[in-house]
């Protein structure tokens, strides 16, 4: 008997029928294969940060991400993979509740940061959003000075206030201001090229300084957890290592949860691995060095060595 009739037994005993009879969707190029619920079941030390249970994302018809389940450990970098089209910045989108801008989009199942349901009523999402800050793909300056674009989050949130009528009340937060946007800049590994220029326009920097910025505008506001939707694709080699460099040093400090359709750089700097195939499933999450060199699955195997995605 082959292998993999041998695991599509044993899975199916543990599936439902419906599920079973469903026919699996693959892309060419994938191996038939019935997931495994040990393949996505990641036991690590420390805490857990996130907790995503049962996750299904709906775009009207569209299903787009299917019951995931998974754990992410707090002060760490977890790297989502996968062929395009997959459900990976649906799955991000989900962890701050960005899918809630989209129209189409349903979300059901429970996210908890901190042990504490995202997707419950009364959840106040510009708090949320705070404490799970996001880096997009192409680096998306505010047209305005490099000092601006780190205050402004602070700004809108009231802690930091600059203006006539707070200075007026004996108020001037001028200072709190000048060391936040030295904080921040350096955290983001950019103060040493920008700190004579703070009053120059953003979009004067290079491509890799303007997404130093904006991480470093998204730390400004004291986030927890950091998600990073192909922080590096736009960036040249040498830009896209500054990036990498400064993931390490940041999950240090924070939570970050990194998409990357760039399979080496997954290798390089995540802690865990998450990857996701054809039909918006989990298939398989462990840590960094397993999912690489010893993939329990066939195709998340096929996937890494190129192939198909
Ligand atoms: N805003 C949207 N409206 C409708 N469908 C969407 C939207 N965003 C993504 N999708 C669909 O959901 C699926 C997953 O997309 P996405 O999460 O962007 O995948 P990935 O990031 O892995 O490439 C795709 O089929 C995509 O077409
Ligand atoms: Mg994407």
Redesign the pocket.
Known sequence: MSETTQQTQTQSQSQTEAEAAQPLQTTSGESEERLREEWTDYRFDGTTKLAVEDLD?H??D?H??KGVSMEIPERSVTALI????????????CLNRMNDR?K??RVDGSVQLDGQEIYQEGTDLVELRKRVGMVFQSPNPFPKSIRDNISYGPRKHGDIDTSLLARLFGRSDEEAEEQLVERSLRQAALWDEVNDRLDDNALGLSGGQQQRLCIARALATDPEVLLM?EPASALDPIATAKIEELIHELSQEYTVVI?THNMQQAARISDQTAV?LTG?KLVEYGDTDQIFENPQSQRVEDYISGKFG
Request: net charge neutral; charged share 15%.
């Open positions: 994302v775009y009207g569209d787009a991400l996968g062929p395009s089209g997959c459900g990976k910045s649906t799955f991000l989108r989209i189409s989009a939707d998409v996701f918006g």
